[in-house]
């Protein structure tokens, strides 16, 4: 096998980055320099769900597996893009809306659900982003599927000022299979290839609820 080419999926870490109402800001800060200590260093503080990241099932049920005993099979495999680009806010995505490309996958997959949304980063408007639809979630795992991520900040739709919305159905669905939920993805339109291999694999943080990752999808022939 022979890589082609690296397409990276992933969100920079800054004190910019963009997180889900309430979560910790990242926050990078000096603490030793080549000049002072003979060595560059930082301290991070940033929370579990920052930039592009991974839900372990933990992170909407107890008795799931946290992000460090999830297998890691379940990070790496053939990537599914489903497009939906032009979506609206808030509007749900259901299978119907991406039947032809959901019935090409099979178990093992990675799909991940191409939304466009991602051109709204770091504005008011990509917190309001489409959200998937439990019925096409609920088709995904029934075809083997254990891994979804999407190029938005959130699977299920993101409550507003006034905490409306229906909670977090797909969210729960996939870790009662112990699935893995990716969020915050970006650079879809770059995977111009089919059967991208994609590796999602995250920090291994022992006993916690996820992790960000260095998203990419590989070309290889």
């Known amino acids: 096998m022979e890589i082609v080419r690296v397409v990276d999926l992933s969100r920079e870490i800054t004190a910019e980055t963009v997180v889900y109402p309430g979560d910790p800001v990242p926050h990078i800060a000096e603490h030793a320099t080549i000049a002072k200590d003979g060595f560059n260093l930082v301290s991070i503080q940033m929370g579990s769900q920052s930039g ?4 372990a099932p933990f992170h909407f049920d107890d008795d799931t597996e946290k992000i460090d005993e999830v297998p890691l099979e379940r990070f ?7 497009h939906c680009d032009g979506i609206a806010a808030r509007e749900r995505i259901t299978l119907d809306s991406v039947r032809t490309e959901a019935e090409s996958t099979r178990a093992g997959d990675i799909v991940i659900v191409h939304t466009g949304w991602a051109r709204h980063y770091g504005s008011p408007l990509y ?4 959200f998937l639809d439990a019925g096409l979630v609920s088709f995904l795992l029934e075809r083997g ?3 979804i991520g999407l190029d938005a900040l959130n699977i299920d739709e993101t409550p507003d000022a006034d905490h409306s919305g229906e909670g977090f159905p797909a969210h729960h669905l996939i870790a009662e299979v112990g699935g893995i939920i990716c969020e915050n993805l970006c650079n879809l339109e770059a995977v111009d290839f089919a059967d991208p291999l994609v ?4 920090m291994k943080f022992v006993g916690i609820d996820g992790a960000p990752v ?6 290889t022939r």
């Open 214 to 219: 260095r998203a990419v999808a590989i070309e």
């Open 52 to 55: 592009t990241h991974v839900d």
């Open 127 to 130: 917190f309001d982003n489409p």
């Open 145 to 147: 599927v254990r891994t």
């Open 76 to 82: 790496v495999g053939r990537g599914v893009l489903l």
């Open 199 to 202: 590796s999602l694999l995250p």
